[in-house]
Nanobody, 124 residues
Framework: QVQLVESGGGLVQAGGSLRLSCAAS????????MGWFRQAPGKEREFVSAISWSGGSTYYLDSVKGRFTISRDNAKNTVYLQMNSLKFEDTAVYSCARGRSVWANKDPAQYDYWGQGTQVTVSS
């Protein structure tokens, strides 16, 4: 059984930074892509960022490009999302997910395990 546990969320002023972490259990972490998704109140879940199994390929939602950086440490079974220059519209519950394959993907159907999420609130 795979478990994903996010941490690092919180309340921050616009323009500030947060670093989210997602710790994964299980031995298959290093052979799977990982992704971050977010869901704001009253809105659909949306893709934020994804990283391939090796970290060699990354993808971002257009609105976070240049502000967010995804990375992973396979030795620690952890994926990170560094969020800089945060905006009010980044407020959401952020969840990490494990991909079904090695390749990063924007489609949530390509992810098989999900964390509970961590709240990020950006005050304007």
């Amino acid at each position: 059984q795979v478990q994903l546990v996010e941490s690092g969320g919180g309340l921050v002023q616009a323009g500030g930074s947060l670093r989210l972490s997602c710790a994964a259990s299980g031995r298959t972490f290093s052979s799977k892509a990982m992704g971050w998704f977010r869901q704001a109140p009253g809105k659909e879940r949306e893709f934020v960022s994804a990283i391939s199994w090796s970290g060699g390929s990354t993808y971002y939602l257009d609105s976070v490009k240049g502000r967010f950086t995804i990375s992973r440490d396979n030795a620690k079974n952890t994926v990170y999302l560094q969020m800089n220059s945060l905006k009010f519209e980044d407020t959401a519950v952020y969840s990490c997910a494990r991909g079904r394959s090695v390749w990063a993907n924007k489609d949530p159907a390509q992810y098989d395990y999900w964390g509970q999420g961590t709240q990020v609130t950006v005050s304007s």
